[in-house]
């Protein structure tokens, strides 16, 4: 891996549907949620690189500081719900270049991808290399597909049957001046790559019920399908 990665860890406040999910208050199997991305990043080869929480939420800032990682206290104008990603990665990387911190290569994972692993980490990275992509991320299969379906009146649909992919938002990389240009981690250009992840794996914690579901996986009570 012959870059400079930085590793950004997006833990806004505000959640709709399950109340600070991306802060040290919300538990899963009895610990925070966020400890299980930032071990996954820790036990992968990103981690021996920067790794940077991007939260308004003082209680996190002073976790992820004590862990011996970079907070940065994320301005009020990108605590809203309709802050891209893509900025809140550019605010982290232009502060840590007040440290002297250089960035070519940026790995963005969220804190609600609790089953996402140190393997899934280092294989994404090993796939952008290996295909020489400007960026990557990662998928799994459609929990549902839309092989047969139904119009409104009843009617069948024939769509083609071929496998759709869910984008699970366990991992996103791309090359840092391709980020700022596109803001996106995905572009039709031929130079995205996907790394596919098992649906057990790519679960997204959005909701309680999705908290149940992610400790239910891990207590080994769900099926991995």
């Not at 820790?42 to 940077?52: Q, T």
């Not at 240009?181 to 959005?206: H, N, Q, T």
Request: proline share 6%; hydrophobic share 40%; with cysteine.
């Amino acid at each position: 891996m012959g870059y400079n990665i930085v590793t950004v860890i997006p833990a806004r406040v505000g959640s709709r549907r399950l109340p600070m999910k991306n802060t040290v208050e919300c538990l899963l199997n009895g610990r925070p949620m966020i400890e299980y991305t930032l071990e996954a990043v820790a036990g992968s080869v990103a981690g021996s690189g920067p790794v940077v929480v991007s939260t308004e939420h003082v209680p996190t800032l002073d976790y992820v500081q004590a862990r011996g990682l970079f907070a940065r206290r994320r301005p009020a104008k990108l605590s809203g719900p309709e802050v891209s990603p893509a900025d809140v990665i550019i605010d982290a990387v232009e502060w840590l270049a007040d440290f002297g911190v250089v960035c070519d290569t940026v790995l963005l994972t969220q804190i609600t991808s609790p089953l996402r692993t140190s393997v899934d980490i280092d294989e994404a990275l090993s796939l952008y290399d290996l295909t020489q992509s400007a960026r990557l991320i990662s998928v799994s299969e459609a929990h549902q597909q839309p092989f047969d379906m139904l119009d409104k009146h009843g009617r069948w649909v024939g769509v083609p049957r071929e496998a759709y992919l869910f984008v699970n938002g366990a991992i996103y990389i791309s090359a840092y001046n391709e980020l700022k240009r596109c803001k996106s981690f995905w572009e039709p250009d031929g130079r995205s790559a996907m790394y596919l992840m098992p649906k057990w794996r790519s679960i997204d914690v959005d909701d309680p019920e999705d908290l149940e579901m992610a400790e239910k996986i891990m207590k080994g009570e769900a099926g991995n399908g």
